[in-house]
């Protein structure tokens, strides 16, 4: 056909255009950076990857990663990046936040509140054992691991519901200088009668919302 130029097939494999080679550059962590003030009264003991804290809550170890550092500066613990990677950033911030909850805990302790709602719902602690009674016909026994503490407090006012209406509930209070353990342990407790959707009976946080679900209707939708 007129008016179209062929095009001849020399062969040659087209070679790509050079491209500038990349080179990924990971920020430093704004929290990996901060470093843990060590309060009076609280103990370090830094080897290698191995740190140890203890204070007047308690004592706490924990070996962290090869992509960080930790060393003991003026008071202060500090965490460094050893790996310039991704990884390595995310686990500066990390390593941050796991050395500040240790310090913490030692040194302040941890704490966390629960609610048990529903009638007839109560709790109680003899030596390393809690006892809850949760509407089931045998009562769950949970045994208190070491280093976690839990109180029972009876009539405690709770506001349910939109409506606000106030029940007088029993509250459990857990505390740890382990912010991991205490956390684990709190929601094994919770597991034992978690809230149920329509009348939000169970055990939950406090402060906890339970977005609660309208009543089944009587009759059948045709």
Known sequence: MQGLRSRAFT???VQ????TSLKVVCKESRIGMKPVAIPKGVTIDLKGQNLKVKGPKG??????VPEVSLVEKEGKIVVARTEQTKRGSAMHGLSRTLANNMVVGVSAGFEKRMEMVGTGYRASVAGKELTLNVG????RVLAIPEGITVKVEKNTALIIGSAGKVEKNTALIIGSADKVALGAYCADIRRQRPPEPYKGKGIRYEGEVIKLKEGKGGGKKK
């Open 59 to 64: 004592e706490l170890q924990w070996t962290f």
């Open 16 to 19: 790509p255009a050079s491209r």
């Open 11 to 13: 062969g040659q494999r």
């Open 136 to 139: 089931y016909s045998k009562p």
